[in-house]
């Protein structure tokens, strides 16, 4: 039975900036419930989707995985719970980030002596082309 707040995979992808077939993934894994069906046997989201799927989302977007935002879920479901956890999660997510731009630091900065060593001559005196060719030999 459709109630006035229910709506289809379509507009509930649409209302979040996801595409269906995730939307359908996200379900599958358990990080959003089956939603009822209509008589037709299509798909009907409540406002309870359109909150869980743009937590996720939001949560994808800053890069947590799924299983963190399963977990984040979990412990948003109880909201008597210490946040602690929430944080030990968020957290350890920041360190993995700060980690990936440190590591994205030293890359940019030898990516910039490799390019600034670049003669502009011939491929075979290239530098960025022996730095990248084990023993600094051509490809």
């Known amino acids: 039975m459709r109630n006035a707040s229910s709506m289809t995979i379509g ?5 979040t900036g996801t595409r269906v ?3 359908r993934w996200y379900e599958k894994v358990g990080l959003l419930p089956e939603p009822e069906r209509s008589g037709g ?3 009907l989201y409540g406002p309870g989707h359109l909150r869980r799927l743009s937590f996720i989302r939001r949560g994808r977007a ?4 799924v299983e963190q935002i ?4 979990a412990l948003s479901d109880d909201r008597e719970r210490s946040c602690g956890e929430v944080d030990t999660i968020a957290r350890a997510h ?3 980030v700060e980690r990936k731009l440190a590591d ?11 390019i600034g060593q670049c003669g502009c001559g011939s491929v075979a005196d290239c530098r960025i082309i022996e730095a990248l060719s084990p023993s600094g030999e051509a490809a």
């Open 11 to 15: 507009n509930l992808a649409k209302a």
């Open 21 to 23: 077939e995730t939307v």
């Open 41 to 43: 046997n299509y798909r």
């Open 62 to 65: 800053l890069g947590f995985t």
């Open 70 to 73: 399963r977990d984040l879920l």
């Open 94 to 96: 920041l360190a993995d």
């Open 104 to 114: 994205l630091t030293r890359l940019a900065a030898e990516l910039r002596e490799v």
